[in-house]
């Protein structure tokens, strides 16, 4: 009994006396209580807490403490190799002679492919090519892109299994009025299945008119048909097949500084012509040029498959030479014109141009070929006729020369009507 109230009363002055201990006294004996009930767990020596590092203080020369970034809230930077460049390669039919100067047969088709892998010429797609601008991926050195326009369903039914063939993504920019209409254009449906095979469906307006003409509209009809024709094909896109579309390409590579307006705010991410230039990482994106096949014209795309025509220029320097028909250069007939004169006087003001070779100078009439042409070296004006009447229809006229090594040209397009009544066939 004396044994048993002596517990008691150690037990109760026990209690009191952890009352009044403090937390930290509390927390240095809480390795000594048993867990398991056995009297040599609750004996076993405990490792001694290190104590605490002083905080350093700044400006008395302490090292800062060193920091280990984790891998998730680490920057992730990317090496852009801002020196590749990039050909555009432009396609419209691949059907053989039957679709006339823009068609290519499908076995040159496929030989111009092997070309590019034979010369070690990466195929990327248009994302890669988009990111690579955005500085948020890198490409090999050199590196092409392929573009198919229009609508045609040759692109599908043809072209597409020898793209497959060689493992190469592409992009297919459509005028959306075309789409549907039957016979050799392509389905919205056939639209959706390139889609999900990872193909770019950009923009080629609505109806593939030329965007520089007004066509006989009043300037606020002719603001609101380009909306439609620019804006509109792109919503249009966006609508059917669900896809955020990035990238526009100017019909015949046709634009002035009014539809550049237009591209902009419609928001694409880059733009294309049909002046084939090498593209550089600092290129304009509203202006990217593209080698476009023409049967009649073999030796352009020879340029883009040897990786060995001109350089764009960045958008800081000055226009390339392609670029300043519309804009700075005076030119009879006027870019964009139409004539009622089927043998026009063709002449240009090449002082825009800078210094050149004028041995190199050269002018050429689209389905007519090189054309003797007179120079006046003190205005530097260029001056030529055709050899013969123009049958009507459209034209262009290109004006090359060379400055050393540096290749430059320029062209301008017009059109030829007859006079009324006249029984001509149409030049196509």
């Not at 290190?50 to 998730?72: I, N, Q, R, Y």
């Not at 509109?232 to 307006?261: H, M, T, W």
């Not at 591209?263 to 202006?287: C, D, L, P, W």
């Not at 026009?344 to 004028?358: I, R, S, T």
Request: net charge positive.
């Amino acid at each position: 009994m004396k044994k048993l109230l002596i517990l008691l009363l150690v037990l109760v002055a026990g209690f009191f006396a952890l009352k009044k201990w403090s937390p930290d006294t509390l927390r240095k004996i809480t390795p000594l209580i048993p867990r398991s009930g056995k009297q040599s767990d609750a004996l076993e020596p405990q490792p001694a807490l290190p104590p605490p590092e002083p905080a350093p203080v700044a400006g008395k020369g302490t090292d800062e403490p060193k920091l280990t970034p984790s891998s998730t809230s680490a920057a992730k930077t990317v090496a852009v190799d801002k020196t590749a460049q990039i050909v555009v390669l432009c396609y419209h039919r691949v059907e053989g002679t039957a679709g006339g100067t823009l068609s290519i047969s499908p076995e040159l088709f496929e030989q111009h492919m092997q070309r590019l892998k034979d010369h070690g010429i990466t195929v990327i797609s248009m994302q890669d090519f988009l990111a690579w601008r955005r500085n948020e991926k890198t490409i090999p050195p050199k590196c092409a892109l392929i573009t198919i326009d229009d609508g045609y369903v040759s692109a599908f039914e043809t072209a597409r299994p020898i793209l497959k063939k060689f493992g190469y993504p592409w992009t297919y920019f459509i005028y959306t009025k075309f789409i549907g209409t039957g016979g050799k254009s392509i389905t919205w449906e056939q639209l959706a299945t390139l889609r999900d095979e990872g193909v770019e469906i950009g923009a080629h307006t609505a109806s593939h008119q030329n965007l520089r003409d007004t066509h006989g509209k009043t300037p606020e009809a002719f603001d609101s048909w380009l909306n439609e024709e620019i804006i509109g094909s792109k919503q249009l896109i966006e609508k059917k097949l669900g896809v955020r579309c990035a990238v526009f390409a100017y019909p015949e590579g046709r634009y002035n500084a009014k539809v550049l307006d237009v591209v902009k705010v419609a928001g694409f991410e880059a733009s294309f012509t049909v002046y084939g230039q090498r593209i550089t990482h600092g290129a304009n994106a509203e202006k990217i040029g593209r080698y476009a096949w023409y049967s009649r014209r073999p030796q352009d795309m020879e340029l883009a498959l040897n990786f060995s025509g001109p350089v764009t220029p960045s958008e800081s320097e000055p226009p390339a030479a392609s670029e300043l028909a519309a804009a700075m250069l005076v030119t009879q007939p006027a870019n964009g014109d139409t004539i009622s004169d089927s043998v026009p006087v063709l002449k240009a003001n090449l002082g825009a141009l800078g210094e050149f070779d004028e041995n190199t100078l050269t002018l050429r009439l689209s389905g007519v070929g090189p054309i003797p042409a007179k120079f006046d070296r003190e205005n530097k004006i260029i001056e030529a006729r055709p050899p013969q009447p123009l049958k009507p229809g459209e034209y262009t006229v290109f004006v090359s020369a060379k400055n050393g090594a540096k290749k430059m040209e320029t062209q301008w397009s017009f059109k030829v009507v007859p006079a009324k009544g006249l029984n001509t066939t149409l030049n196509r």
